[in-house]
């Protein structure tokens, strides 16, 4: 059974920086295609940015192109979401999601965490 934790949420003011971890387990992380979404409360669940497995290739949300940054650690089984310039439209429960298949940003990934919450003051 893949589990996975999110770490690193916390506040920021707008203009901040936060890193987000999540630490998978239960599986051979490495083969796994591995993404971000966001949620606030009445919107459906967005997505924010993907990795494939060995990270050959990535993909961003438009609207956090450029300031977001996913990247993985498969020796630490652990994904990374470096988030720089935060708006506070990027406040949101912030969820990993992990799939065998390459999903990219479909919102079927099977895996998911139980999310870590970001609130970004203006």
């Known amino acids: 059974q893949v589990q996975l934790v999110e770490s690193g949420g916390g506040l920021v003011q707008a203009g901040g920086s936060l890193r987000l971890s999540c630490a998978a387990s239960?599986?051979?992380?490495?083969?796994?295609?591995l993404a971000w979404f966001r949620q606030t409360p009445g919107k459906e669940r967005e997505f924010v940015a993907s990795i494939l497995w060995a990270g050959r290739r990535t993909y961003y949300s438009d609207s956090v192109a450029g300031r977001m940054f996913i990247s993985r650690d498969d020796a630490r089984n652990t994904m990374f979401l470096q988030m720089n310039s935060l708006k506070p439209e990027d406040t949101a429960v912030y969820y990993c999601a992990a799939d065998l298949g390459d999903l990219g940003s479909r919102d079927g990934y099977e895996h998911w965490g139980q999310g870590t919450q970001v609130t970004v003051s203006s």
């Open positions: 239960g599986a051979t992380f490495s083969h796994f295609t």
